[in-house]
């Protein structure tokens, strides 16, 4: 019985490395197979252009599924490796017709004939397998021009290879590839997309958040970490910390004048998280700013939260509308998470007129009078570190200092 044996990886942005290449193809090839970590019996082939999937007998379908979602693979093809006879090719180029995700009303046979011993020519090939095609396939027809599905016949010393039918990967480089770095998730629509973006670029990325109960609940809580959970089915494993921020933020509203609260707040953020990222050893820190979207996402608000930090900030939505962002949001499943009725802590203590323009120095000299230090570092030592899957909804507590 014809089944596919093996799939074709094709590699994309990769291609265009020159000496460093062969690190992306490694760190593809780790990501794989811990991706197919549940089916064993596969193999995996590296070579410099290509990578190769040996099923030994596992369904193609399932293994599909998970490569489409792994950055670093341009496309991916199904094939079949089957004897030289030209009865077993032409069977086998009809399985493969019978077998395509879509339907094809045109299709072209490409032989190539490596094994100049082979009896049949390149041009019998053509003939005599698109011949048998079209005998057995209602209402195929041959386009030379501009087919629905080239079908490859590749006819090498050992068999024939039969593959064809390009299914389109994730793109992008493979994630571990480009260094980590902390995302900072606030459970809106934003940041989880911000966080997939960069994940396409190849960067591994933890996730920060920040909680204050009880003025937030524990459903806000339990919304953050099916985000991070929905993030780790990209990469398998997502880290989330939990940071309490009560204390902090109480002070702030205490201490800090109203219109200067937002600004306030969002330095302490950012001062804890680049705090995390050194000790997680990251190298930069990942937002879901998109400019001018709200009063903390201005130029002049950005230029003075920033000061706090000399840490590399990604910020791969700065330029996009909202309606792109939401697009992504509902293509990676976080959307109807996102917009779950919960406030966070970026919501609440809302000041009625923040400052779109704030100066650098006067939050300067209203943190003067405040020694956040203490809480800061207690704040550090009551994170809580959980870990997902993506599979199941189990995580792991950890302490994180």
Known sequence: ???????????????????????????????????????????????????????????????????????????????????????????????????????????????????????????????????????????????????????????????????????????????????????????????????????????????????????????????????ANKLAEVNGRMVLHVVPFTEIQKLIQKQIPDNYTMTSTRRLMLRITDAIREKQNALAIVTGESLGQVASQTMESMFTINEVTNTPILRPLIAMDKTDIIEIAEKIDTHDISIRPYEDCCTIFTPTNPKTKPKREKVNHYESYIDFEPLITEALENTEMLVFTGKKEESETEDLF
Request: proline letters at 4%; hydrophobic letters at 35%.
């Open 1 to 227: 019985m014809l089944k596919f044996d093996h799939i074709v990886i094709r590699y994309g942005e990769i291609t265009l490395k020159k000496r460093n290449r062969k690190g992306f193809i490694s760190q593809l090839r780790k990501n794989i197979k811990k991706a197919l970590a549940d089916y064993p019996e596969v193999r995996i082939e590296a070579q410099h252009e290509r990578m190769y999937i040996h099923l030994n007998g596992t369904d193609y379908m399932p293994i599909m599924d998970i490569l489409k979602k792994i950055y670093g693979i341009s496309s991916i093809s199904p094939a079949l490796k089957v004897d030289k006879e030209i009865t077993a090719i032409q069977e086998s180029a009809l399985f493969y017709i019978n077998h395509l995700s879509r339907k094809i009303n045109t299709f072209k046979i490409d032989a190539k004939r490596a094994d100049k011993t082979y009896p049949h020519s390149t041009y019998d090939l053509n003939g005599l397998v698109g011949g048998y095609c079209l005998q057995h396939i209602d209402g195929l027809k041959v386009d030379v021009h501009n087919p629905d599905l080239k079908l490859r016949v590749e006819v090498r010393q050992d068999a024939a290879y039969i593959t064809g039918e390009k299914i389109i990967g994730a793109g992008g480089l493979p994630i571990g590839s480009s260094g980590s770095a902390m995302l900072m998730l606030s459970g809106g629509i934003d940041s989880p997309v911000a966080g997939y973006l960069t994940m396409k670029r190849g960067v591994e990325i933890e996730c920060v958040h920040f909680y204050s109960p009880p003025f937030t609940s524990e459903r806000a809580k339990q919304k953050v970490i099916d985000l």
